[in-house]
């Protein structure tokens, strides 16, 4: 079986010790989950989040479904140039301890701002290129279970989402919750999207929403770079300075970025790094861009795994 799931709570401790000694630190495998959490004194030294923890394949699914299907691949980058041709479902889920907004009971107004952030960053409105897609949301469910609440992952998130999940491949599904170990969130990535089945969708912290209270990180950019997950799109540090996003256009970049280190050079040649891509780590108000190669990216991932 392709999928590799992370074991999250087993590894927090031991990556927040390896990220600490300042060295670029291998990140495990995981080729159907994206893991993200706070590692307190952070990656050399920033008081900072790592956002995810997976690394792109060797072997590129995308790729290879852009092989054997030729004319479909190209009237997917076909549809990454004409803009908003595409919109998704998307179902909230929010899961409370209890009523009050401190337990979780995010309010709609908040996810109304988290579903215009999706827009304008997919939609190319913050600066970045247009991905041709576009969300709407289709409904809200609420669920008061405080056993629930403080996810970790595990036999508990099946149980979530055999309860919650909504509609197939092509619906995205976010669940927000209190995330333990310090995760801040986690998605599943297109490529694996059928094999994972009911497991397929988002998770995020309640307080990344905008609005919440995760200082540098509430601006709703967790969500973002989930959903680009979502699209099968990788970091843009992976491979290191050999470039093992699977994307021409993103420069390379030997490491992550934390908070907004302006002019950053990892790698020579290529240009200075993507500091503010989405799919970098830097904090929220950094990001605003998705690039062409991302969008075309995501269009052919959606159409050979999710339409």
């Known amino acids: 079986m392709r999928k590799r799931l992370l074991v999250v709570l087993g590894l927090v401790l031991a990556m927040v010790a ?86 979780g009971n995010v309010p709609t107004s908040r996810i109304n701002a988290q579903m215009q952030v999706l827009n304008d960053s997919f939609t190319g409105s913050t600066g970045g290129a247009s991905t041709g897609f576009r969300f709407e949301l289709q409904g809200i469910t609420r669920t008061t ?83 680009g997950h979502w699209f099968d799109l990788y970091h843009t540090f992976d491979g290191g300075c050999d470039g093992g996003d699977f994307v021409d256009d993103t420069a390379p970049e030997a490491s992550p970025a934390f908070n907004c280190p302006v002019g950053r050079d990892t790698c020579v040649g290529g240009g200075v790094d993507p500091i503010t891509n989405f799919m970098d780590y830097t904090q929220d108000s950094c990001m605003f861009e998705f690039t062409r190669g991302q969008a075309v990216r995501m269009q052919q991932a959606w159409s050979a795994f999710r339409a």
């Open 145 to 227: 279970n405080k056993g629930w609440f403080n996810l970790t992952g595990g036999g508990k998130d099946r149980k979530i989402k055999q309860a919650l999940h909504r509609g197939g491949l092509e619906t995205l599904n976010i669940y927000t919750a209190k995330l333990g170990a310090n995760l801040l969130g986690y998605a599943y990535l297109a490529s694996d999207a059928e094999e994972v089945g009911v497991l397929d969708g988002v998770v995020v912290h309640f307080e990344t929403l905008p609005g919440g209270a995760f200082s540098i990180y509430s601006e709703g950019d967790t969500a973002t770079h989930e959903v």
């Open 18 to 103: 390896t990220l600490q000694t300042g060295a670029q630190a291998k990140l495990p495998t995981s080729g159907g989950v994206c893991v993200e959490h706070d590692v307190g004194a952070g990656f050399e030294g920033r008081g900072t989040r790592v956002r995810d923890l997976v690394e792109a394949p060797k072997k590129d699914p995308v790729a290879k479904w852009v092989r054997r299907h030729g004319n479909q691949a190209d009237r997917a980058a076909d549809r990454a140039d004409r803009g908003q041709a595409i919109t998704v479902p998307v179902w909230f889920h929010v899961i409370r301890k209890d009523a009050t907004v401190a337990g």
